[in-house]
């Protein structure tokens, strides 16, 4: 990635140079704001206010031509067949030709303010790495999925323009694709489809699928940092214009912060390349379902020799309760657990509510299983003795998934506190370390709550009606879907 000046926060002949190409490509920015250097708070470039900013202003604006995205690109003229890939696939492909092109690309001076440096999962070594071991965000960086994706797909087209790979390595096309992926996952937006191009499906309804809208990097708009309790604006999207409104007073010297929703750390760090306090609430622990089975399995549910007893199963009767939790929508991959578990006021938060519910009917006594099978809706979710001894030995298992304790991390991240800061690997031992510690810290306050409210004192616990539930009886998973790193970008939420 050559012919770039090198990237610093603190250039302020880039900051310079990219707002006059900005005001050049038609934006409107209101002068009650600026683009300002915050690395000494750890966090690049962002936008300040400059006097006191009310509610509903607008702060700026950036006309749909100046969004670097396959629509105003004119590589989608010299390979058509762009129109038909995956639209994260298709602006990776975009970003690469247009990047390539230097000064003499209509984005150079955009993408001489987009970082070069990257500390999101995928650029992580293997030993790195290895300090999130039980985390279940391992199984989210899709690394060896994007690699496919770029040698299968993209670069078999890439080398159908001279202009992408003359001179050029397919080593080094990788290495391009890695970089703009990475950069659509911490800076892209989700940009509203052309209703007149949307797809129309069998039964005349437009498609929705988040997964192909189109995708772009909104220039100023993605230097606003984020933070899930300061939120003070939105994108909007207009038939010409996105632009940035305030949702709150803002007062002169405050940062303007944009919002990546609820996401736990270990996520935050996955597609943004850091972590912070103010997500620490969001944390979760995520408990896969298989490890549901095999406490079933451990716990001398299952008998492989089909004795004659009212607790133990055969491995067909365990698969026909989990087909039983699946038919009712209950079965996950994954059940997340958050820092709300703990709670002992609410007996219930914290808890994915299809965990508990499976876990009832995996547990349930053949009798009253047999009763679950005709019930015509499912159990409510609830604690009781065996569903959560079932739950204390699956966050047990869970816990030694990772190989250290909590002490241990207390003591780790009070030295790492003294090294040196600037060291790229201590930097993502200290976001491992955070990361891991907080989701052990959700299990062992789980389990507290389990063994001084459910399990110590049985004659407290909850029971489970059959054929009664909450609601319409019917699970609605609030869950994070599992997804490949480099698909995902910021959300476009508001429309004017």
Not at 225 to 251: C, E, F, P, S
Not at 266 to 277: I, P, T, W
Not at 337 to 354: C, Q, T, W
Not at 436 to 454: D, M, P, S, T, V
Request: proline fraction near 3%.
């Amino acid at each position: 990635m050559d012919g770039y000046p090198k990237w610093s926060a603190g250039d302020e002949g880039q900051t310079n140079d990219f707002l006059k190409w900005l005001h050049s490509q038609g934006a409107s920015i209101s002068q009650k704001i600026a683009l300002t250097d915050l690395t000494a708070l750890g966090r690049g470039r962002g936008v300040v206010a400059r006097v006191d900013i009310e509610e509903n202003e607008e702060l700026f604006s950036v006309p749909q031509s100046a969004v670097l995205s396959i629509a105003n690109s004119e590589l989608r003229s010299r390979i058509p067949e762009i129109d038909q890939l995956d639209p994260w696939l298709s602006l990776v492909l975009v970003m690469i030709y247009e990047y390539n092109l230097g000064q003499l690309g209509r984005w150079f001076s955009y993408f001489c303010v987009l970082p070069r440096h990257f500390d999101t999962l995928i650029h992580w070594s293997a030993d790195e790495l290895k300090e999130l071991q039980g985390s279940a965000v391992l199984s989210k960086i899709g690394k060896a999925d994007a690699d496919k994706a770029f040698a299968e797909v993209l670069l078999p087209l890439a080398k159908k323009c001279e202009d992408l790979t003359t001179g050029r390595s397919d080593e080094w096309f990788m290495s391009s694709a890695h970089h703009m992926a990475t950069l659509i996952m911490a800076y892209g937006f989700d940009l509203e489809r052309d209703r007149n191009a949307q797809d129309i499906d069998e039964e005349g309804f437009i498609s929705d699928d988040e997964d192909e809208q189109p995708k772009g990097m909104v220039p100023l708009a993605d230097m606003l940092n984020a933070d899930g309790d300061k939120n003070n604006a939105r994108l909007y999207h207009g038939a010409t214009l996105l632009t940035m409104i305030a949702t709150k007073q803002i007062k002169r010297g405050e940062e303007i912060f944009n919002d990546y929703g609820p996401l736990p750390r270990s996520d935050l760090v996955r597609r943004y390349g850091y972590v912070s306090e103010e997500y620490k609430q969001w944390d979760v622990v995520e408990i896969d379902s298989q490890k549901l089975q095999e406490a079933t399995i451990k716990g001398k549910r299952v008998d492989k020799n089909r004795k004659n007893s009212d607790i133990l199963l055969t491995e067909k009767e365990l698969d026909e309760r989990v087909k039983l939790a699946e038919y009712w929508g209950l079965w996950e991959e994954s059940f997340d657990i958050s820092r709300e578990a703990g709670d002992a006021s609410r007996p219930y938060a914290g808890f994915d509510p299809a965990l508990l519910q499976s876990l009832y009917i995996l547990a349930a006594p053949k009798r009253e299983f047999e009763q679950l099978k005709h019930a015509r809706k499912p159990p409510k979710p609830a604690f009781n003795l065996a569903s959560t001894q079932m739950l204390i030995e699956v966050l047990t298992a869970r816990r030694d998934d990772y190989h250290t304790t909590c002490s241990q991390d207390e003591a780790l991240q009070q030295r790492l506190r003294t090294d040196d800061q600037s060291n790229v690997t201590e930097g993502r031992n200290r976001m491992a370390i955070t990361i891991r510690f907080g989701e052990k810290q959700i299990i062992e306050a789980a389990l507290r709550y389990l063994y001084e409210n459910h399990f110590a004192a049985p004659s407290t616990l909850g029971s489970a009606s059959n054929g009664e539930t909450s609601g319409n009886g019917t699970h609605h998973s609030k869950k994070r879907r599992r997804s490949d790193s480099i698909s995902e970008s910021r959300k476009l939420v508001g429309r004017r």
